[in-house]
């Protein structure tokens, strides 16, 4: 059973900084591309970085580019999201996300596997 689990979340200052980390178990991570994606209160989901299998290729939206960085360790199963200057408009549940197929749509559509979520909140 494909499962992903987040965590990493908590609150935090604006300007401050946060690593989420999506830990895969269940199945390799190595042969899926990965992203992360952000809800916040009555909005929709919306895609935040994504990550190709290899880590050679990742795609940012411009409201995180320049502040956040996605890493992946595929000997820990592992996907990173370094939050930097962060914002109180970046506040929200932070989910996980897999699948076998690359795309830089950032589309929630795009990923068959989806992990609980992990709050962020920024304020101070």
């Known amino acids: 059973q494909l499962q992903l689990v987040e965590s990493g979340g908590g609150l935090v200052q604006p300007g401050g900084s946060l690593r989420l980390s999506c830990v895969a178990s269940g199945f390799t991570l190595d042969y899926y591309a990965a992203g992360w994606f952000r809800q916040a209160p009555g909005k929709e989901r919306e895609g935040v970085s994504c990550?190709?299998?290899?880590?050679?290729?990742?795609h940012y939206a411009d409201s995180v580019k320049g502040r956040f960085t996605i890493s992946r360790d595929n000997a820990k199963n592992t996907v990173y999201l370094q939050m930097n200057s962060l914002k109180p408009e970046d506040t929200g549940v932070y989910y996980c996300?897999?699948?076998?197929?690359?795309?830089?749509?950032?589309?929630?559509?795009?990923?068959?596997?989806w992990g609980q979520g992990t709050q962020v909140t920024v304020s101070s």
């Open positions: 996300a897999a699948d076998l197929f690359y795309s830089e749509s950032l589309a929630p559509a795009d990923f068959g596997s």
């Open positions: 990550i190709s299998s290899s880590g050679d290729s990742t």
